[in-house]
């Protein structure tokens, strides 16, 4: 008897890992004919906002706080223009759209895009998928710049070389360029220092000196998060601590988005 019992306990065992390995896959979704990856993202327990071995640091990414994050996906790369014209059938027209001088084609991220017109795609995508996306919280976007579990401290998101991992003022030729042409993080994450800026979901406020768990930001505010820097930013607003912030209704020519998938 106690042997059955042992071999159930061990068949059990076996059967939940099983399950949990097969939950750490990254998925492949398709919409209309477009392709886009989710990858897994373990969670983990950080430190939060400026670091002393980061370069610069502003006001705002301090005090430097703990805090942890459950598991997630974040899209490998940033939203292309094909992938949201694929969900919204049609190019945006505000400020001109998308044009030759900025970066137009399929592969290129989508920028112009407003905090707002992001959650009418999250809300179309998850439809069409029968899944649940959203944008990223702020701390899940920096835990996943950072590398997750595998961050290796590097100043921008994947290198402590700038040119390897980001388009920006000094490389980008004053326009966006198209995705995972730079090398990935060490999630294999791609961008997520410079091309366009990313939308978060949290409203903007000021670090507190104390650990949090998935901290979604302030209950309201005036403005929403958006990280990574940007094509026509210089070096240290690429860096994975570095903070902006904007109204809900921004359109600019240097701001995207990326998606994360609730597991």
Not at 21 to 40: C, E, N, R
Not at 178 to 186: H, I, R, Y
Request: aromatic share 14%.
């Amino acid at each position: 008897m106690k042997r059955i019992l042992v071999f159930i306990s061990v068949f059990c065992m076996l059967c939940a890992n099983t399950n949990v390995l097969a939950q750490k896959q990254d998925q492949t979704f398709t919409v209309k004919g477009v392709s886009f990856t989710m990858k897994f993202v373990k969670g983990g327990t950080f430190m939060m906002g400026y670091s002393p071995e980061k370069k610069g640091g502003e006001a705002n990414e301090k005090p430097s706080h703990k805090v942890t994050v459950s598991d997630f996906y974040m899209a490998e790369t940033e939203v292309t223009q094909g992938l949201w014209i694929a969900v919204m059938d049609s190019a945006p027209s505000y400020n001109g759209g998308w044009t030759e001088e900025y970066g137009l084609g399929a592969d290129y991220p989508a920028y112009r895009i407003s905090w707002t017109e992001a959650q009418l795609f999250i809300k179309k995508i998850s439809e069409l998928t029968g899944k649940t996306f959203r944008l990223p919280t702020e701390a899940e976007w920096e835990y996943a710049a950072r590398g997750g579990y595998r961050g290796l401290g590097y100043v921008y998101s994947g290198s402590n070389d700038i040119d390897e991992v980001a388009w920006y003022s000094g490389n980008s030729m004053d326009m966006t360029h198209p995705v995972k042409l730079k090398k990935a993080n060490e999630l294999g994450l791609y961008d997520m220092s410079g091309n366009v800026w990313e939308w978060c979901q949290d409203w903007y406020g000021l670090y507190k000196n104390e650990y949090q768990s998935n901290p979604t930001g302030p209950a309201q505010g005036k403005h929403r998060v958006d990280r990574g820097g940007g094509w026509n930013r210089n070096a240290e607003y690429n860096r994975v601590s570095t903070r902006c912030y904007d109204t809900e209704g921004l359109h600019n020519r240097n701001l995207g988005f990326r998606i994360m998938l609730v597991p």
